[in-house]
């Protein structure tokens, strides 16, 4: 892939002052504009597929901006290493599923009495899901170098991380039958 700088965004600076602009509540020359359309390559399954190792991973996200080269919008080249919400719930050591497009976790904590066996879980390196993550942050860190900014994984809060461990609707009976456990 040629660089992003060369080729893909050959008018980059322009972008990045349109979103300095945005973000600073004035205008450039116009607002910054995203553009998605369906690419060769980027259906759910094919993620689901693709995200089962680095260099797959990658390779899909490199398709993407090769698609997307002679495109004038204001996208920025990236290849995000989003592993969905399921990785959060695999970190807090819940069992993790693949499909249609996304990862979610099965809600293991089906009783309040077993969060002690949660509470051991680490978010360190010997963990499998943040090794996973920083393999992909090493990898795609490699290969983006001149190509493509590297995106950040999918941000998550306390409460979407028991969510992830409890469920949605077990956490909206909670909040009024055992509002303590929360």
């Known amino acids: ?22 973000w600073q509540k004035d205008l450039h020359d ?3 504009i995203r ?18 190792a680095p260099e797959t ?19 920025m080249p990236t290849a995000t290493i989003d592993m969905a919400p399921g ?4 970190i ?3 069992d993790v599923r693949f499909g249609h497009g996304t990862s979610w976790s099965k809600h293991e904590l089906t009783d309040w009495n077993d969060m002690d066996r ?25 290969k983006s170098a001149g190509k493509c900014l590297v995106g950040m994984p999918l941000p998550m809060g306390p409460g979407d991380m028991v969510t992830a461990l409890r469920g949605p609707t077990e956490i909206c009976l909670d ?7 929360l």
């Open 118 to 142: 949660f509470l051991d879980m680490r978010a360190d390196e010997r963990n499998p899901w943040v090794r996973r993550m920083l393999d992909l942050v090493e990898y795609f860190t490699e």
């Open 1 to 22: 892939l040629i660089s992003y700088r060369d080729k893909i965004k050959s008018a980059l600076d322009n972008v990045i002052k349109r979103y300095q602009a945005f």
């Open 92 to 94: 807090m050591g819940c």
């Open 175 to 181: 909040i009024y039958l055992q509002p303590e456990k």
């Open 35 to 52: 553009v998605r359309y369906p690419i060769p390559g980027q259906s759910d399954e094919e993620w689901c597929q693709a995200f089962q």
């Open 57 to 75: 991973y990658f390779d899909y996200h490199e398709n993407i901006l090769k698609h997307r080269v002679d495109l004038h919008d204001d996208a």
């Open 30 to 32: 116009h607002p910054p």
């Open 87 to 90: 990785m959060w719930g695999g």
